[in-house]
């Protein structure tokens, strides 16, 4: 009698008694079949082979425009689809691709129909001027040529997608107070993504500028697609300009740096600190001087001119008297007596001894007689003169104010350990002095210095004692942990496929167990009863056996089929185990 099957293995053929499962239906006919896979295979690489040969007989695409505007990307394709010129384009449409070989050919006819635009025109307008056009049209199309010049030019900048710009050119006028400057406005759209620093808004705005007459920097203004304003158009009303106080950040820094590089190599880079604050003028003074001096003593003047004039009269009386009709007459002619030499003198007549001197003097008076002169005489020196013309630049540096905190010092104690000392006045005195140098320190400028010696705050790091080994730093050992979880996902992964699924694998889809030959299908008697029938028996044990691992194997991959998080369980069981 055969042995009776066990409970579970008898139940596991019933249960398999259903379909099987698709992939023991593709292992059992591919055992059926051992040449299709051959057939599969050849299939395949001529399919290759003719999906090969059928792109490369397909046109090279090439690049015929990028960026192209909605408008001039719609009528670049109407004049291809005109032409029967096969295209297509790159991922998000920024780019069509023709055949390279037709790649100058169409941009040529594209560009005899005039396009692509890009959105604006330039000085073509006045190309094709009508006879008998107006001044007001020409104004009108010089006035929108220089516009689209102007926002070409602008484009041609990397970050900059599309611009526009608005020209206020006002009328001309005869009369200065009549007479009004231009204003310009642009507007710009960036490529997503980029932005536009300040030096190139104020490139923008100087192109700008320098490309209509009479139009000053100032009043051109420059606005992003978002509304931002990027010009500094109104930094003048409110004294803010973004320059200006880069600048003074500057120069404040610079200070800060020699300061710092003057003290680091006797304190350490560590227990050194600064602060620079800077004032800054800004102010542009023009100033025109012209003073006069008077000599000086040492050097001896300079004649620049002199006028004189002298007047002489003699031999006239001048008039005298009272007034009257006696007084306006001449005076006669004066006479005196004759006195013969030898003649004494009349015994009544005055001075009788004087008489010889008045003699003389009447005498030389009637000859010369009374005169009159006059000398004007008019002098003109040199002045010293003294023109000086000064132009102030602006950004000069009116004042400094320095702050300078320095650690302590370490030095050995009694003990011979390093501890945190105070500085010597005689050291600070010394660092004051090094920093007024660095700085530049003028009194008259009235600038400031503050030198502070003090104990510099510990981190919560330096506090807690020496740095940690790195296998003991709680960042790497976080970090141990994660790279352990994933080493530990993937070998449990690698032992499930080495002594789990690749085994199964291998008994499913294993070559077929060769046919047992006709003589184990029927064992040969050996003439003893006994023995044929203990043969048999065993024949017949092999058979179940063989049949209950079959049925259990279709048992496996139906249950895989339909709940394979039991599977998983299972064999999470198992690993664990």
């Known amino acids: 009698m055969s042995p009776a099957a066990p409970a579970g293995a008898g139940a596991a053929p019933s249960a398999a008694a259903s379909p099987s499962s698709s992939g023991s239906a593709l292992a059992d006919r591919l055992r059926a079949q051992p040449k299709l896979p051959l057939i599969v295979g050849g299939a395949a690489i001529v399919a290759a082979a003719a999906a090969f040969m059928l792109w490369s007989r397909g046109p090279d695409y090439g690049v015929l425009y990028t960026n192209v505007s909605d408008r001039d990307g719609g009528a670049i394709i109407a004049s291809l689809q005109q032409m029967n010129v096969p295209y297509k384009f790159t991922q998000g449409g920024s780019a069509i691709l ?17 396009l692509p635009k890009g959105g604006g025109v330039g000085f073509e307008l006045l190309d094709n001027q009508k006879f008998g056009t107006s001044h007001f049209a020409e104004q009108v199309n010089y006035q929108r040529g220089l516009e689209g010049e102007l926002a070409r030019s602008i484009e041609s900048i990397g970050s900059v997608e599309t611009a526009r710009v608005h020209l206020a050119l006002p009328k001309p006028s005869l009369f200065v107070r009549d007479q009004k400057k231009p204003s310009a406005s642009v507007v710009l759209s960036l490529h997503r993504g980029r932005s536009i620093d300040e030096g190139q808004v104020s490139a923008i705005v100087h192109m700008v500028s320098s490309s209509v007459p009479e ?5 051109v203004t420059v606005v992003d697609q978002n509304g931002n304003l990027l010009s500094a158009a109104n930094a ?20 800060i740096r020699r300061i710092e590089a003057i003290l680091q190599p006797i304190l350490g880079a560590s227990n050194v600190r600064a602060q620079v604050a800077a004032e800054i003028d800004f102010s542009v003074v023009e100033r025109t001087e012209e003073s006069y001096s008077p000599n000086q003593a040492p050097r001896a003047p300079a004649i620049r001119s002199q006028t004189s004039s002298e007047s002489l009269q003699q031999g006239a009386t001048p008039p005298g008297g009272v007034p009257g009709a006696l007084s306006n007459q001449p005076p006669q002619t004066p006479s005196a007596p004759i006195t013969a030499p030898g003649t004494p003198p009349a015994p009544n007549a005055p001075n009788a001894a004087a008489a010889p001197g008045a003699a003389a003097a009447t005498a030389a008076t009637a000859l010369t007689g009374p005169g009159s002169s006059r000398k004007d005489v008019t002098t003109n020196y040199e002045l010293d003169r003294s023109i000086r013309h000064v132009q102030q630049a602006a950004g000069g540096v009116k004042r400094l104010s320095v702050a300078v905190v320095v650690n302590h010092r370490d030095a050995p104690d009694a003990s011979g350990k390093l501890a945190p000392r105070a500085l010597t006045p005689a050291e600070v005195e010394e660092i004051r002095n090094l920093v007024k140098e660095a700085m530049g320190f003028s009194q008259d400028r009235g600038d400031s210095l503050n030198v502070v010696n003090t104990a510099f705050a510990r981190d919560a790091g330096e506090a807690s004692g020496p740095e940690l080994p790195f296998w003991r730093d709680p960042a790497n050992l976080g970090l141990a942990k994660t790279a352990g979880q994933y080493l530990l996902i993937a070998l449990l992964a690698l032992f499930a496929w080495f002594s789990v699924l690749r085994p199964l694998l291998r008994r499913h889809l294993g070559p077929p167990p060769e046919a047992a030959p006709a003589a184990a299908a029927a064992p040969v008697s050996t003439g003893d009863a006994a023995e044929d029938e203990a043969i048999a028996a065993r024949e017949n044990a092999r058979l179940r056996e063989v049949e209950r691992q079959k049925a259990d194997l279709d048992y496996v991959h139906q249950t895989a089929d339909q709940d394979p998080r039991l599977v998983a369980t299972l064999l999470k069981h198992w690993m664990n185990s």
């Open 98 to 114: 023709v055949a390279s070989d037709k790649v100058p050919e169409l941009r040529l006819k594209l560009a005899a129909q005039g």
């Open 215 to 219: 139009l000053n920097a100032k009043s």
């Open 236 to 255: 003048g009303a409110r004294g803010l300009d973004v320059s200006q106080l880069k600048y003074a950040q500057e120069i404040e820094q610079g200070y």
